[in-house]
């Protein structure tokens, strides 16, 4: 497994080794004794999570102020661009921002520790969308940041709106959100 460290070094990006031929191709998705060795980093993750989205839904910014989750997220059909935000006051990196192209075809994998909100625009017309979480879902702790907000500055690969939930178009930009110490 290659390591790549993002603009926040908490932030990992992963590519898994691929094998593949004519009739297809094989990799694992995640092995606890490969991460660790690849990352140092053991969480023990409790719950996986499955979405499917149309073309230029954006989900997010999303986090749970309680039970924080970390997540270990990637494509298995389609393409999306996948952003963290830096939402702990104590950070270095508070209030930054990074973006990935997700996808089945380049199969990578990124990892988000807690602390961060999280979010995901598609861009082919469907894509399914899978994570592994660090903790439980607890709705009455989830939490969103607009994802348009202009302190964060997040650039996202769209022109004109993107399709958002009612929750998403009423969350508050991160100056007026709950955070994490």
Same mark, same amino acid.
């Given at each position: =497994?290659? @390591?790549?460290?993002?603009?926040? %070094?908490?932030?990992?990006?992963?590519? %898994?080794?691929?094998?593949?031929? &004519?009739?297809?191709?094989? $990799?694992?998705?995640?092995?606890?004794?490969?991460? *660790?060795?690849?990352?140092?980093?053991? %969480?023990? #993750? /409790?719950?996986?999570?499955? !979405?499917?989205?149309?073309?230029?839904?954006?989900?997010?910014?999303?986090?749970?102020?309680?039970?924080?989750?970390?997540?270990?997220?990637?494509?298995?059909?389609?393409? /999306?661009?996948?952003?963290?935000?830096?939402?702990?006051? !104590?950070?270095?990196?508070?209030?930054?921002?990074?973006?990935?192209?997700?996808? =089945?075809?380049?199969?990578?994998?990124?990892?988000?520790?807690?602390?961060? *909100?999280?979010? $995901?625009? @598609?861009? !082919? +017309?469907?894509?399914? $969308?899978?994570?592994?979480?660090?903790? #439980?879902?607890?709705? &009455?702790?989830?939490?969103?940041? *607009?994802?348009?907000?202009? +302190?964060?500055?997040?650039?996202?690969?769209?022109?004109?709106?993107?399709?958002? !939930?009612?929750?998403?178009?009423?969350? %508050?930009?991160?100056? &007026?959100?709950?955070?994490?110490?």
């Amino acid at each position: =497994m290659n @390591v790549i460290h993002t603009a926040i %070094p908490d932030v990992l990006l992963l590519e %898994p080794r691929v094998f593949g031929d &004519e009739r297809g191709f094989f $990799f694992e998705s995640y092995n606890e004794s490969v991460f *660790a060795a690849a990352t140092s980093l053991r %969480p023990r #993750f /409790v719950q996986d999570n499955h !979405s499917r989205s149309a073309k230029n839904v954006l989900r997010g910014l999303h986090y749970q102020i309680v039970q924080p989750q970390g997540k270990l997220v990637r494509v298995v059909l389609g393409e /999306v661009y996948d952003v963290a935000v830096d939402i702990r006051r !104590s950070s270095p990196t508070f209030g930054r921002w990074v973006g990935e192209y997700l996808s =089945m075809e380049n199969k990578r994998l990124l990892w988000l520790p807690p602390g961060f *909100a999280h979010g $995901f625009l @598609v861009l !082919s +017309d469907v894509a399914e $969308f899978l994570y592994k979480t660090t903790d #439980f879902y607890a709705p &009455e702790h989830e939490r969103c940041i *607009a994802w348009n907000d202009p +302190d964060i500055g997040i650039q996202w690969p769209i022109q004109g709106e993107p399709v958002l !939930s009612a929750k998403d178009r009423q969350a %508050p930009p991160l100056a &007026e959100a709950e955070r994490f110490a």
